[in-house]
């Protein structure tokens, strides 16, 4: 987290030296401001940082990728004459336990045409999840642990 905060501090301040604070210009100052972490990480332990980085980046990507895919399904589902749909409600053991980490995973989740986070059990241990084809809950509960959950558990945890 210090690391971060130094990378926007230096993003600040290439804003401010050149004297334009526009979003693509704070975005360059912190990409430059990155690439002078990497060259000091050394001095400044910043290898776990823009590892974490990188994964959080792949989390994102994996989202879009998601968001993409399952978008086009949900749009050929709804174009098709017959809607040969089995809507259902499954249960999704969660290995993520951190609050925060529950909260993203359902989101993403959420944020995915065609499924939506309806609930956490009491212990934090379920999460239950309509989706509007709900034909083979096994593979979807495969698809959420070796996508979101694993990618989640990738970036927050070390």
Not at 86 to 95: C, E, S, V
């Amino acid at each position: 987290m210090r690391l971060f905060l130094a990378n926007v501090v230096l993003a600040l301040l290439w804003a401010a030296f050149s004297g334009s604070f526009t979003a693509l210009n704070f975005a360059f100052g912190f990409v430059l401001g990155a690439f002078a972490l990497v060259l000091i990480r050394g001095h400044a332990g910043s290898r776990g940082y823009f590892m974490q980085a990188w994964k959080i980046l792949s989390l994102v990507l994996l989202f879009f990728r998601e968001l993409a895919l399952s978008a086009w399904k949900v749009a050929i589902l709804v174009a098709s004459p017959r809607m040969e749909l089995k809507p259902g409600i499954f249960a999704f053991p969660l290995t993520v336990d951190r609050d925060f980490e529950i909260t993203l995973l359902a989101n993403l989740i959420t944020l995915t045409p065609g499924t939506l986070s309806v609930d956490v059990s009491a212990d934090r241990r379920v999460l239950y999840v309509h989706a509007l084809d709900c034909s083979d809950p096994a593979a979807a509960r495969r698809d959420i642990a070796n996508g979101f959950e694993k990618k989640i558990l990738e970036a927050f945890r070390r």
